[in-house]
C-alpha cells in the first residue's frame, strides 16, 4: 500500500524537477505541471485508486447505512468497547487518508461534563504515562514536534493543540498524533480517553 505512495511521489518529482530548476517559475507554473501528472492516465492508483501523494482522499474502507464509512463507524464502536463503557461515548467525525507513511493523526472535539482549566488537563494527560507528551499550543513546537514526520517510527505519542473552544468553556480541542505499527489505531485515543474518564469520575 505505502509502497504506491512512494511511487507518486517520485512521479511528481520527475516530472516537476526541470521547472523546479528554473528559478523563475512560479507557483502556478509548478502547480499546473504536477497537477496536470496527478490527473493523467499514467499516474500510479492500482491500490489507492486516485492519487494520494499531493493529495488526500476523505474515504477510508467501505459505505455504512449511517453515511458513515467503516473506518468512522470504528472509531465510535472500538474506542467504547476498549474503553468497556457503561455509556457509550459518542465519538464521530470525517476519516481522511493522508500522505503519511505510518502514523494516525486525530483532531478532538469533547465535551466535558463540567468546566475543567486546560493548565489542569494537560497537566493530567502529560502525566498520564512515559510515552505522552504534551506540545504547547505554539506554532514552533507544534511544527517541531506535532507531526508524523516528528513522530514516526517512535512510541511517542505527543498531545497539542490543546484549548477551549468557541462552543463554551466546557468543550476542548485537541490534536495528538501515533505510530499505528507500534501502538495500534486505537491506543493513543483509549490512553487520552481513560485519562479524562478517569480524573471526572474521581472528582465527582
Known sequence: MWGELAIQMAEIGNVSKDVLKDPASSAIEIDSVITEKLRSSSFPTEYFGVPLAASLIPWIDSAMESGQTREEWKGYAETNKILQTKRPIPVDGICVRIGAMRCHSQGFTIKLSKEIPVDEI????????????MVPN??????????????????????????????GPEYITAYTVGDQLLW?????????????????DSDS
Open 122 to 133: 494537560s497537566d493530567i494527560i502529560g502525566k498520564a504515562n512515559q510515552w505522552v507528551k
Open 138 to 167: 505554539d506554532k514552533e513546537s507544534t511544527l517541531k514536534h506535532l507531526t508524523p514526520a516528528a513522530v514516526n517510527g517512535t512510541l511517542t505519542v505527543p498531545v497539542g493543540r490543546l484549548r477551549k473552544m468557541n462552543l
Open 184 to 200: 495500534g489505531a486505537a491506543e493513543p485515543i483509549r490512553r487520552m480517553l481513560n485519562i479524562i474518564i478517569n480524573y471526572l
